[in-house]
């Protein structure tokens, strides 16, 4: 059994904060897993080491946990933290059992419904928008903050009930204002209404997924300000990466106006006149789904971590690591592995044709006819030097193109995966993809400046949760379509 390699103290704290990007990038060369000596974190490799960490359920709890997260992050308070004392973190997993509120609530017929919600406001959002009364244009300073603010007030509206907006008005430019706002919602329920607790959605608990989140936390015997704190935990995981990851999508979209006019082409198959997504279309979509897959491979951190309690557990490799000491990794580190990822052809002075790092919208696309096409590097593709690099693809190719999602668990994995996956990956894909399919349907959107545009990058990626916002203000012109 080989020990990971130990990364010296002085440089990696520093590094870390500095160029996480090129740091974990210079580790993940190595070929091998790191251990971080100052941080005290190993670093797992992708690929094979990434798979075997989410098939080893059984010997690894994910980290930070859940009670770290809500005390450190989320404010939880002392008289809270009795739910956890031993014997109560069975008992709160047991009775909260949220990774079955999300099995029923969050997917089929439920998830329907609440998709239907969101349709209908953020349609109304971006359609009876004060600031764009006509088809004449109109200047937006900020194309980021005019869609997430509107996403984020559809998909609360949808999630939690609209009342929360009337509780606190200024909820969706600064939701951190929730923490104290939303105890008092409570004064607002008659919680011994029975039909009213099993409605499928009433404003002000919005759907039965938070209602019965609520009461199961209430009856845990969580103070008000601890069911405030679990819920602004899950109010954040719900849309920090969701809405940012929808703008990303949409900003990629709008630098090619090629791929715009395909996307919509593509969308027309989608969207009735009267602003019905159909969701099956939606989920068989090819190049939405690649521009879906592909902008979370660029723009999502999603670190994962875990610890082990078995003293001999091995990352696959034969590596050892110590029980108790945090291995992590990231999905971005897995979507910049080049020696996976396929590059297209390789041009005349030598470079790929579609480096990791740049946006590819077809990466995960399988054309007919074209050997080159697809996201996994194969062995026999050199590829033909060429001057131009492939011919473009037109709408027509996109409707005979095929989706690739196999084998790409060990570098693609912004959900996470095994026992601890993401569970709200079902509810992320759809309002991502229906936001991007609305606002392109609805809007004309001109980017003011594209070539500053074209230079926006994520604010930062810092871990363990990584951010990535857009990292400048983005002005568009914007009018009815
Ligand atoms: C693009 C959007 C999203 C991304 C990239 C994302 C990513 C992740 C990742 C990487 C994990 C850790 C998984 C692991 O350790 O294997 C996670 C966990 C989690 N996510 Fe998401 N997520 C997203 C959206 C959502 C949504 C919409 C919800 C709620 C409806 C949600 C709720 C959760 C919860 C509750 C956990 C903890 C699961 C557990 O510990 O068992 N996420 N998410």
Redesign the pocket.
């Known amino acids: 059994m080989t020990p990971p390699h130990r990364v010296p103290r002085g440089s990696n704290v520093l590094s870390l904060m500095l160029h996480p990007k090129r740091f974990l990038r210079s580790l993940q060369l190595r070929g091998s897993p790191s251990y971080l000596t100052g941080t005290g974190v190993y670093l797992a490799i992708p690929g094979e080491q990434i798979r075997g960490f989410?098939r080893n359920s059984y010997d690894l709890v994910?980290a930070p946990s859940?009670f770290t997260a809500l005390t450190t992050f989320f404010g939880l308070r002392h008289e809270d933290f009795k739910v956890f004392e031993h014997g109560h973190i069975s008992r709160f997993e047991r009775q909260v059992g949220?990774?079955k509120d999300?099995a029923v609530y969050?997917r089929g017929d439920n998830l329907k419904l609440v998709m239907k919600r969101f349709l209908v406001n953020f349609t109304r959002e971006i359609l009876l928008d004060d600031g764009i009364v006509s088809r004449e244009w109109a200047y937006i300073p900020d194309l980021y903050k005019f869609i997430t603010t509107r996403i984020f007030r559809a998909e609360v509206e949808a999630?939690y009930g609209e009342r929360v907006f009337a509780v606190c008005p200024s909820f969706c430019e600064d939701f951190w204002a929730f923490y104290d706002a939303f105890p008092t919602c409570n004064e607002n329920f008659d919680w011994d209404d029975k039909d009213l607790y099993n409605v499928k959605y009433e404003p002000v608990w919005g759907t039965q997924?938070i209602r019965k989140m609520v009461k199961r936390h209430e009856d845990l015997g969580f103070s008000d300000a601890g069911i405030a704190s679990a819920m602004l935990?899950?109010l954040f995981?719900?849309?920090?990466?969701?809405i940012p990851?929808a703008l990303w999508m949409i900003l990629y979209i709008l630098y090619d106006e090629a791929l715009t006019s395909r996307v919509r082409s593509e969308i027309s198959t989608i969207l009735t006149p009267t602003f019905h997504v159909d969701v099956t279309k939606l989920a068989a979509a090819p190049l939405l789904n690649s521009i879906y897959r592909e902008t979370?491979r660029l723009r999502?951190?999603?670190?994962?971590?875990?610890i082990s309690s078995n003293p001999e557990f091995c990352l696959p490799g034969g590596w050892k690591v110590d029980p108790g000491v945090p291995i992590i990794s990231t999905?971005w580190l897995g979507g910049l592995d080049d020696s996976f990822w396929n590059t297209g052809n390789v041009l005349l002075n030598g470079q790929p044709e579609h480096p990791v790092d740049m946006f590819w919208p077809e990466r995960f696309l399988e054309y007919p006819g074209d050997s080159m096409s697809g996201p996994i590097r194969k062995p026999e593709w050199a590829g033909p030097a060429t001057e131009a690099g492939s011919a473009p693809k037109t709408a027509d190719d996109d409707r005979q193109a095929r989706l690739v999602t196999a084998g790409l668990q060990g570098h693609w994995?912004?959900?996470?995966?095994?026992?601890?996956?993401?569970?709200?990956?079902a509810?992320?894909?759809q309002?991502?993809l229906t936001s991007v399919v609305l606002v392109l349907a609805c809007l004309e959107i001109e980017l003011v400046d594209p070539v500053e545009a074209m230079k926006t990058g994520s604010r930062h990626r810092t871990l363990p949760f990584g951010s990535h916002s857009f990292n400048r203000v983005v002005p568009i012109r914007v009018r009815k379509r």
């Open positions: 989410f994910p859940l949220f990774r999300f969050l999630l997924y935990g899950y995981v719900t849309t920090a990466n969701t990851a979370l999502v951190a999603s670190p994962v971590g875990r999905n994995f912004p959900f996470g995966g095994g026992a601890s996956r993401c569970p709200g990956e509810l992320a894909k309002t991502i």
